[in-house]
């Protein structure tokens, strides 16, 4: 079993992932695919009038500032668009994708934020209406029916909150817990850099391999935006089961064979 | 088990449908919900700066021409938004709903156009690069393993050619075509008309019931614009074993309840 993210935040060569998909698919593996969306909901979110807000938390991290309307915009390109595009081309290639995001049958439940503390021109204020969320629990028994029926479910980064509304979560996270909910071997994650980076953003400083104790100091050390995420769900990952995460190159040829290959940052 | 066909295309109260959902569900019936979604890729396609396009057929039919960036809009309006808010609804009520599009697992499979013989200006042209389809063949594979586990399917009018590429359908034609696999004892088609009307829009001249038989002759006779695919469904579905399809009003409230106790054009 493995779960793989990548799509939705530019840069990635989504038709070498798909092709390394279906190979792995043809050699009997099982995979689980989960997007993102926060680049393509940036610019539709900009064509529709109602650009994208980000603000910074008390604690320093930036996010987007989830606003219904702009849930409703991310749920239509996350779930309709990449995910969509992403079924298309796995089913070219001879993979039966079905997509889902988490609202559907309560894939992803999760905890709504609702109220964000900022730090704006240098003053606290305190944000409320935001739909993002962070994942509690993830429906394995949908997965499970899914996966044994023989489908690769292809997943977008929306949950569901306890009293049904549907929640932005954040991918990284969406794949870790989806991984760590299936037991997988393995969670590798395609970015637009080739894992993390010692001195960012130059490429030669990879550095290459994690011990799991050792993953959130160097999340503290060297982890800048949302590589923090990633090592984070790392951390989640590994703690609960998985074998390995590995942070890969998503730009280049036959990502997925050199991630499974050891290329990129290998934390175990 | 009941098909219902509701939404997407304005003036349905989504709402009033939803609760009686709810409830049919609570009852232990079966329900998969199919929608449309013409008249929302209308607007978003013009505020992303490409507009609808209308062509009539060399027989008289209106009909989109659905150029590859028309299928991607349709797929993000109709299974990322509308799809997502049904599910979104219906899982506040309580409802286990999962949104799907004929495109995921291979759901709805279809034969494309292609090309449209079209007449313009008074001259006959072809028109090739369309991405609409006809429904061909239906997986009740996967529509039985998700009833049998407690979720409500709610189907986005998205079919997958053979060679895997996604394709705009018709919702009526859907909801006809899954009653039929599932040999559904109902199809419930709602519309914001009372149903077949003898002198459309004239609403006294309700068509209360049609025998099966007849439903060529009324189409013929009768039928104006998508009123015709909601009978040519509605053919198909009875011919193919689904014992009953009511077209009926969307727009009032209990809208189920009334068509489950033949209100509107019953034809059977």
Redesign the interface.
Known sequence: MIVVKAGGNGGIDIEAVCADIAELVQQGESVVLVHGGSHETNV?SE???HPPRFVTSVSGHVSRYTDRQTL?IF???????I???L??RL????V??????G????LLEGKRKGTLRIVENGKRKVLRGDYSGKIERVNV??LN??LE?G?VPVVAP?A?SQ????LNVDGDRVAAAIGTALKAEKVIILSNVPGLLRHFPDESTLISYIPREQVEDHLDRYAQGRMKKKLLGAVEALRDGVKQVVIADGRVAQPLRRALAGQGTVIQ
Chains 1, 2 share one sequence.
């Open positions: 539709i064509k529709l009038g409703e749920a239509m390109v996350t779930a309709g668009r995910n969509k595009l079924v298309e089913q070219q290639l001879g039966n994708a079905l997509g889902l995001s609202l559907d049958g309560r028994g949908l029916t899914l029926a489908y929306l569901v009293q049904g509304e549907a």
